[in-house]
């Protein structure tokens, strides 16, 4: 009923005629204004969608019905299908394989089905976990690293505030919006703590000013995103001497390495473009923080796998990079847990605490 004619959801033309012909038109139109053109016309892509929605003076609901669509429709084509597919005639269950090699930064990574992306940022995509059901009389315990990359970018860093945030127990998030913005950590506010969220975990990405204030959204102009990333720098100068730090070194020998001394060449530095050469210093940083977390995964499902054959029934299923996956029996639930957090836990000697959340339940679903 909102849409002027019957049209394909899977067809952009068709979208696109919908939502930007004018009423008159053949075919008729809502008669919104284009935002941005593809080669072949008004664009109508994630972003469009997603603008057209959230406009409090357009009140057609189709761009947020589109977008549910599209959410949905990749659910399904992407995990639901092919995840059927993969179920195993003998065991019935999926068996994913692991792969040593399979990421630049020294990740573990799953194919066949790949189960470190099944997703969980939406109440949806979260749903699909109730499909992974432990064994009769087992539980699923998932445990995982908190923060886990800001910890090593501490330790590594030697950031005094940080590690100071850290060892005290703070909520990082609100400790740094604290120091950024100069006031009592009580006082804080949402958007300053959502601000310094996305500075802590998009600094060793190379956050822009841009970026931030899109993610923002547009209650904070590009200069004031700025600002902040510029205040952050100034708070916490142990980050920003460790990140110059990498891109010296990966400029100076051609290769950076992580806490374990697994070393990672970075080529793009030594390009004429400025944008290889900016990726080159973003590999440069993120290839010491996020490797040297799957180095610290990786050692701790080394000392792991002995102490589970120590507990009857128990069994390490997944690994998706930061979190890991046991079943276990019923009676040994327990047991197995605490073993997970405290080898977990105690896997690596860093200057900040580690700190492992715990979860377990009959369904995958049921751990988060």
Not at 22 to 50: F, I, N
Not at 141 to 152: F, G, M, P, T
Not at 245 to 257: F, L, P, R, T
């Amino acid at each position: 009923d909102a849409s002027p004619h019957s049209f394909n959801p899977d067809s952009p033309k068709q979208l696109a005629a919908v939502l930007f012909n004018e009423p008159g038109a053949e075919p008729p139109g809502l008669g919104l204004s284009p935002m941005k053109r593809g080669k072949t016309g008004p664009s109508t892509d994630q972003e469009v969608l997603e603008k057209l929605d959230a406009d409090p003076d357009i009140d057609t609901p189709i761009p947020g019905i589109l977008l549910e669509y599209r959410q949905l429709a990749k659910l399904v084509g992407t995990y639901l299908v092919s995840l059927k597919e993969a179920i195993s005639p003998v065991t019935g269950r999926v068996h994913t394989s692991f792969h040593q090699t399979g990421a630049a930064t020294g990740r573990l990574s799953s194919s066949d089905p790949n189960m470190q992306n099944i997703p969980i940022r939406t109440a949806e995509g979260r749903a699909i976990r109730k499909a992974f059901k432990a064994e009769e009389g087992h539980l699923l315990i998932a445990a995982d690293y908190s923060q886990v990359e800001l910890r090593i970018l501490a330790h590594l860093s030697e950031d005094e505030a940080m590690i100071a945030a850290f060892k005290r127990g703070d909520d990082i998030h609100s400790a740094v919006a604290s120091e950024v913005f100069e006031v009592d950590p009580g006082a804080v506010s949402g958007e300053q703590r959502d601000a310094a969220k996305m500075i802590n975990f998009g600094i060793v990405y190379g956050i822009t000013a841009w970026g931030l204030a899109r993610n923002l959204g547009e209650s904070v102009s590009v200069e004031e995103a700025a600002e902040f990333i510029n205040d952050y720098k100034d708070r916490f100068k142990g980050i920003d001497r460790f990140m110059d730090a990498c891109v010296k070194q990966a400029v100076d020998e051609g290769w950076v390495e992580t806490i374990c001394g697994r070393r990672r060449m970075i080529t793009q530095l030594k390009s004429d473009n400025p944008q290889t050469r900016d990726l080159g210093k973003r590999l440069a940083i993120n290839s010491v923080v996020q490797g040297s977390a799957a180095d610290l995964i990786k050692e701790a499902m080394i000392r792991l796998h002995p102490k589970l054959e120590g507990i009857p029934g128990a069994k390490l299923l997944l690994q998706i990079h930061d979190e890991l996956v046991v079943e276990v029996p019923d009676a040994e639930a327990a047991m197995a847990q605490s073993v997970l957090v405290e080898t977990m836990e105690s896997s690596m000697d860093l200057c900040v605490p580690l700190v492992v959340d715990v979860a377990s339940g009959a369904s995958w679903y049921e751990t988060k």
